[in-house]
């Protein structure tokens, strides 16, 4: 089974990210196909300073290889690297219904929030079609958000295949609906947006504050607690095994233990899961020439698999005379 996911490179990542998709992602690569790219022509329709985009893009690769994207198991790569989606963009431009895309909630949520409606934030479902129908992928792990999108690339996939034979593989999306929704220091669901975030990749210093500042009620040392209404045990569900998770448990139901105290539990067990990841993202951040080398080697096998889907795109369509 081939399964293809792009993801933006969007700053640091949190436990929200790394519990909903990137473990997920990695996972992926042991039972199939793996392509994943790092998204960074669409994340040009957020991100519009260069200096940011290219520095963001090493680290989210860097994440990806530090907890666990293997580029011999998988094709992994970074979507600019790969400019032959580009092509395949246009002409799919020329299979897209305007209407289609004047229907997608995404382009419509962020002109309402604000941001400007440029041709790049409107094309972004057809150049999101191209990556996936360029590889002929099957299944597309995404959020509930982003499945209007799917139905995008089967459509066009559909109206070329119908015009000009069977060319594209139509990709299924795979919406796990029972990700739990990681939630943020405040209760919240995680997100940068709501500045409520665990960051995976930062100084103890830094991690302990995010954690202190989780919000919990403030019932006092010796009162019996609520766990599964408390910000910082729900947390804890993320790292502890069945049997650590009861005896925390027993600890808020019994009374006598402080939220300091079950923060200090949550603190240390995030810095030790998150240890020798930390180590070795900084490790691949220390040798740039290094890490470019392994995305220079998934372009190079990424472009091998596209070229051939473009190979037959071009001689179909005329663009091969
Ligand atoms: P943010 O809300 O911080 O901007 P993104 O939208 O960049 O996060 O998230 C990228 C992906 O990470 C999402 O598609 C989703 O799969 C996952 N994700 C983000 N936040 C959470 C969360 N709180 N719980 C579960 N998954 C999440
Ligand atoms: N639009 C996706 C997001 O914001 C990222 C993405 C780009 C993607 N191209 C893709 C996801 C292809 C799956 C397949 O999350």
Not at 17 to 37: A, D, P, R, V, W
Not at 114 to 137: C, E, R, T, W
Not at 217 to 230: A, G, L, R
Not at 273 to 296: C, N
Request: with cysteine; net charge neutral; aromatic share 10%.
């Amino acid at each position: 089974m081939r399964v293809l996911s792009g993801i933006q490179p969007s700053g640091s990542l949190h436990l929200g990210n790394y519990f909903g998709m990137m473990k997920k992602m990695i996972e992926f690569q042991e039972n199939s196909e793996l392509f994943c790219f790092i998204a960074n022509y669409h994340a040009m329709t957020s991100v519009p300073d260069g200096k940011k985009l290219a520095r963001g893009t090493l680290e989210a690769a860097a994440n990806f290889l530090a907890l666990g994207m293997d580029p011999e198991k998988s094709v992994f790569w970074v979507q600019s690297d790969v400019p032959e989606v580009q092509e395949l963009a246009w002409t799919l431009s020329n299979f897209t219904p305007m209407g289609l895309l004047e229907r997608c909630h995404s382009y419509k949520d962020k002109t309402a929030q604000g941001i400007k409606p440029n041709h790049g934030l409107f094309a972004y479902p057809v150049l999101m079609s191209a990556d996936i129908l360029l590889f002929q992928a099957e299944q597309v792990p995404v959020g509930q958000d982003q499945k209007q999108h799917l139905e995008v690339a089967r459509d066009l996939a559909i109206k070329f295949n119908n015009e000009y034979g069977e060319t594209f593989t139509l990709p299924d999306p795979i919406i796990d609906e029972h990700v739990a929704t990681v939630p943020g220091i405040d209760g919240r669901k995680m997100s940068k947006s709501y500045g409520n975030t665990v960051d995976l990749f930062q100084d103890e210093k830094a991690l302990r504050k995010q954690i202190m500042r989780i919000v919990t009620d403030s019932k006092p040392v010796e009162e019996p607690k609520d766990p599964d209404s408390c910000n910082v045990f729900r947390l804890c569900r993320l790292f502890l095994s069945a049997e650590e998770l009861a005896e925390l448990k027993g600890r808020y139901l019994q009374g006598g233990m402080g939220y300091g105290d079950a923060k200090q539990q949550l603190f240390e067990v995030v810095r030790d899961h998150f240890a020798p990841y930390l180590e070795k993202r900084e490790a691949l951040l220390s040798d740039k020439d290094a890490l470019k080398a392994i995305l220079a080697e998934g372009a190079q096998k990424a472009r091998y698999a596209a070229s051939k889907t473009l190979r037959k795109v071009r001689k179909k369509t005329g663009l091969t005379y």
